[in-house]
């Protein structure tokens, strides 16, 4: 295996000394990429020279370090020259020229080398059943981590800068629901990995849906990643939300692609604002690892021509976990893809929203609590902020569901709640509008009659319910999406 990219000895000599001159490629190369035997034992020596002094060696200090380390035999004195005489036609380069040509140049050594490693690796690793799947993981981790070249490295930000201070990066998406909002502090940002947690079909899917069709109305680009149901049924769920179709009868409906198509024009014509893209991808259970998604993700940014603002992962428990695919362990499975998937939302600058189950205490509940998330410290010490979907069944009797805030890193309205309604019909989730925020710290409401306005007194005097009932703030994305709906909704 070779990679010389059309480079010759001079050539090389060249990029050795412009590599030299920047500390972001210092610190990105290795001896290793060089094919010149000298070249690789000088780039060692001056690479730890220019990292420890900002500044590559000159010809006389190079030549002093050789002597030090014993070199000289190797590297006498005319080779140095040599290769200082070429660092003088460096000059003669185009600087835009030379760092088009040398960091591929080093993207395509240092894959050189991955590729090496991981033959490699195959050879040494005796291949079997039982191991065939994690070996499988193993190099295609090692082919997505160790190809990364990174020539923009970040060195954070100074906090005695003002702008430092600016939360530019942090701008808010509207979730769609006044209370979530309110507890998100206006909603997803980019980077952030919110969890929905809630029993077994009670409702985690459809509330995810509504989520990502709120999304869409408010003219965000949305993925929807499916593990559980197959695209066609996401697509029909979605599209009785959007489109105002009945779910009893979409599938028929769907047939009549004439009047579907109709339909889909009169809701962006009429939408408040352009509808964003919706994707819908579907995956096996089990089949599908955070590389996978990425991967994805990336490559359908890239057909399309988009950048996805929030995706939708339909849900944490059943995806792949790549860096332990065999394990039994639950808590490290969970929490290993909790991780990766809040990394993945950093690194791809997208607002990752997935869910996850209860354990079988907390099933048909008419409350949730931090004890109810089968790998709460997996889930609590990586999400950025955990809510509950609460119901039980005589609580779907009355088409009724509370939403409840169980951890939050950006607000202090951990367990306080707010009730929603569905409308089975449609599958659509709405805020009730008139009912205010319970503190749950203070008391549990009764479930008799929803008419009347619940009294909500907050106990925390962190906390913006400290004494009082609080209506949750309704944004103007928020009012987006109810005029929306309101649009939407045929009579």
Not at 129 to 158: H, Q
Request: charged share 25%.
């Amino acid at each position: 295996m070779s990679s010389e990219v059309g480079i010759n000895s001079y050539q090389e000599i060249v990029f050795y000394h412009y590599i030299l001159g920047d500390m972001m490629l210092t610190s990105n190369t290795k001896s290793e990429y060089f094919s010149s035997p000298i070249l690789k034992e000088l780039f060692d020596i001056s690479k730890e020279h220019t990292l420890k002094y900002k500044s590559p060696p000159s010809k006389e200090q190079l030549s002093e370090i050789v002597r030090i380390k014993g070199a000289a035999s190797k590297i006498n004195e005319d080779i140095i020259t040599t290769i200082y005489n070429t660092k003088e036609k460096l000059a003669e380069y185009d600087s835009e020229w030379l760092d088009n040509n040398v960091k591929p140049w080093l993207q395509v050594r240092n894959l050189d080398s991955v590729m090496r490693k991981a033959i490699s690796y195959m050879k040494m690793t005796k291949i079997t059943p039982e191991n065939a799947s994690e070996t499988v993981e193993t190099i295609r981790g090692m082919l997505l981590t160790e190809t990364a070249l990174n020539f923009d490295f970040n060195i954070g930000s100074d906090f005695f800068n003002p702008a430092s201070h600016l939360q530019t990066r942090l701008d808010r998406t509207s979730t769609g629901y006044s209370y979530m909002d309110t507890c998100l502090k206006g909603g997803f940002w980019k980077g952030s990995l919110i969890v929905i947690l809630s029993g077994p079909k009670a409702g985690k899917s459809t509330f995810l849906g509504n989520l990502a069709a709120n999304s869409v109305q408010l003219g965000h680009n949305t993925a929807y990643i499916s593990f559980e149901l197959q695209e066609e049924l996401v697509n029909m769920r979605l599209g009785s939300n959007l489109l105002n179709i009945k779910l009893d009868t979409y599938e028929e409906t769907a047939k009549d692609q004439v009047f579907l198509r109709e339909r889909m024009t009169s809701v962006k014509q009429n939408s408040i604002v352009p509808l964003g893209a919706l994707h819908v991808k579907e995956f096996a259970a089990s089949t599908c690892s955070t590389v996978d998604l990425r991967n994805y993700l990336k490559k359908t940014e890239e057909i399309l021509g988009i950048h996805f603002d929030t995706v939708f992962v339909d849900y944490i428990n059943i995806m792949k976990n790549w860096r332990n695919p065999n394990t039994e362990n639950s808590y490290m499975k969970i929490k290993q893809i909790a991780e990766d998937l809040r990394a993945m939302a950093i690194e791809g600058q997208w607002a990752i929203v997935s869910a996850t189950q209860t354990g079988k205490q907390a099933w048909d509940t008419n409350d949730l609590v931090i004890s109810n998330v089968s790998e709460s410290a997996a889930l609590l010490h990586t999400v950025d902020a955990l809510f509950g979907l609460i119901t039980n069944p005589e609580m779907k009797a009355r088409n009724e569901y509370f939403v409840k805030c169980l951890a939050n890193r950006v607000a202090g309205f951990e367990n306080t709640r707010k009730r929603y309604t569905i409308d089975w019909n449609y599958a659509r989730i709405d805020e009730d509008r008139n009912s205010p925020i319970q503190d749950m710290d203070f008391s549990i409401p009764q479930f008799g009659n929803h008419n009347q306005n619940h009294t909500s007194y907050g106990n925390n005097p962190g906390s913006s319910t400290y004494g009082k009932s609080m209506q949750p703030e309704e944004t103007d994305e928020y009012r987006k999406i109810a005029e929306t709906k309101d649009l939407f909704t045929t009579k």
